[in-house]
């Protein structure tokens, strides 16, 4: 197949799941196209892969360059001249909207195809659910020939505030567990907790949704208790005041804020635990990639988390803003090194539900399905 790819270049969970899935599609021989306004971060070469930027002119007329209009003009070009067979949105806006637009261009041409929106969780839960964009992400969103959401609850949150038509496929969000896997980096262990303290990690946008004073209001609780050092992983809105809040607790001596990184699984390989206190989550990634490289789990119970955070097992659940709970979870797991081999064991196990060569191929039989009810229907009239 001939698969276009939607999505935002960015770290975020729904942009790298778009560009992981495009680059497990190429290995499996399917030529992926990528449509976005730069490289995704993710992206490597590989010969069954293209990337068309999205360039944005610049015109005194406008404050906001009309970044939807460009993208759809794109779109009709990338899909005209490579012959696509699919399109694959991810991110509701204004990517379906945008799609929907392109293929009623390309039906006046009678080169129109089908395409797919996949949500993600704010698009729906936060941004989408403002009245300035909720008619035309549901017209959107009900327009497109399949839709996927990453998990049960996001689903639910999506049928809950919107006027679906259509059924909604859960297809969950994967690991690449041939990256994600826990290698021997001791030496930057011993580099980085030379007393054998117990390393924490959290990753993050550092955006309000994701709680990262939290992170450091927990940790501040389990070092009393047991020795830790705390990686704080990506960069955002939020790290100037989370930098502040480390110290005024006294805490900033054991923590190391990295910004954003490359190579996160190298990092999580000399990891004990993994904190995820996110006002909502509606997959959680950054906990999956984790608990791949053997790393238990903290989270909150919100969302998409409690589909794969199983407490007792890969780690523990709490309340949003329960700060008590996710340091009592923490210390239980850190306590002795026995505990803490066991719920690492647990949490690579349960990975396997999750593995990229189990998930791909529900996007393989989705878009088969879908080419093929699209041209029985187009046949028909």
């Not at 030496?187 to 390393?199: D, N, S, T, V």
């Not at 047991?226 to 955002?236: A, F, R």
């Not at 809105?237 to 805490?251: H, K, M």
């Not at 709970?325 to 196990?349: C, H, P, Q, Y």
Request: charged share 25%; aromatic share 8%; glycine share 6%.
């Amino acid at each position: 197949m001939k698969i276009g790819i939607v999505c935002y270049p960015t770290f975020g969970g729904s942009g790298v799941l778009a560009t992981e899935l495009g680059m497990a599609l190429s290995e499996k021989g399917h030529e992926v196209h990528f449509i976005t306004y730069q490289q995704p971060v993710r992206l490597h070469f590989h010969p069954n892969v293209y990337y068309h930027e999205v360039t944005v002119p610049s015109y005194p007329l406008f404050d906001f360059a009309p970044y939807e209009t460009v993208l759809t003009s794109t779109m009709v070009d990338v899909i005209v001249n490579n012959q696509l067979d699919i399109l694959h949105v991810h991110y509701a806006i204004p990517h379906a909207s945008a799609a929907y637009f392109a293929m009623q261009i390309l039906k006046k041409q009678g080169k129109d195809i089908p395409f797919i929106t996949t949500l993600h969780g704010t698009d729906i839960t936060l941004v989408g659910r403002d009245p300035k964009y909720m008619p035309v992400v549901t017209f959107s969103m009900n327009e497109s020939s399949a839709i996927t959401a990453v998990s049960e609850n996001l689903k639910q949150e999506t049928y809950k505030h919107f006027a679906m038509e259509k059924e909604i496929h859960v297809i969950t969000n994967f690991v690449d567990t041939q990256r994600f896997q826990h290698s021997d980096k001791e030496h930057f262990k011993k580099m980085l907790a030379p007393q054998g303290e117990r390393i924490l990690a959290h990753v993050s946008n550092f955006r309000k949704v994701k709680r990262v004073e939290d992170v450091i209001r927990v940790f501040e609780k389990i070092r009393k208790v047991i020795p830790s050092k705390l990686l704080m992983i990506g960069d955002g809105p939020e790290r100037p005041n989370a930098e502040e809040l480390s110290r005024s607790l006294g805490v900033c001596n054991d923590m190391r804020f990295l910004g954003k990184q490359d190579q996160v699984d190298e990092i999580l390989s000399i990891t004990d635990l993994f904190i995820l206190p996110s006002e909502y989550e509606s997959f959680g990634l950054a906990a999956l990639e984790a608990m791949a490289c053997g790393v238990p789990v903290i989270s909150t119970n919100t969302g998409g988390l409690p589909e794969i955070n199983v407490p007792g097992v890969t780690g523990y659940l709490s309340d949003v803003g329960d700060i008590e709970s996710m340091a009592d979870g923490a210390i239980k797991i850190l306590k002795d090194d026995t505990s803490l081999e066991e719920f690492k064991s647990r949490a690579l196990n349960h990975t396997k539900n999750f593995e990229r060569g189990k998930i791909v191929p529900l996007y393989e039989n989705l878009y088969i399905n879908t080419i093929k009810d699209y041209k029985s229907k187009k046949n028909s009239k």
